[in-house]
């Protein structure tokens, strides 16, 4: 089983930057896609907005809010994600979370999700 942990959130001003931190333990064997994901104040859980993902040859995606802005990287030797943050917005006000994506070829694997690190765009 796999899990993961996200840190790096904090209270940051609008125009600011926020470098947050992914790392996967357990079965990495399990791992295929990381992305971010995030959920603003006052949403439920399936309202999660997909922020961005990489998959292990180095594709990426991002949303199309966070386009131009964030940038996703992985270190796939130390099992870690990171999200760069740059020109936030008071919009980009969210927990964010980090999920491992399962291998689909390995039906004993499933997804793991953080717990979310809190990101808080204000003056």
């Known amino acids: 089983q796999v899990q993961v942990e996200e840190s790096g959130g904090g209270l940051v001003q609008p125009g600011g930057s926020l470098r947050l931190s992914c790392v996967a333990s357990?079965?990495?064997?399990?791992?295929?896609?990381l992305g971010w994901y995030r959920q603003a104040p006052g949403k439920e859980r399936e309202q999660r907005e997909q922020?961005?993902?990489?998959?292990?040859?180095?594709?990426?995606w991002y949303g199309d809010s966070v386009k131009g802005r964030f940038t996703i990287s992985r270190d796939n030797a130390k099992n870690s994600v990171f999200l760069q943050m740059n020109s936030l917005k008071p919009e980009d006000t969210a927990v964010y979370y980090c999920?491992?994506?399962?291998?689909?070829?390995?039906?004993?694997?499933?997804?793991?999700w953080g717990q979310g690190t809190l990101v808080n765009v204000s003056s």
């Open positions: 999920k491992a994506g399962r291998v689909a070829t390995q039906p004993h694997c499933v997804e793991a």
């Open positions: 357990g079965d990495t064997r399990c791992i295929s896609a």
């Open positions: 922020v961005a993902g990489v998959t292990e040859g180095g594709y990426t």
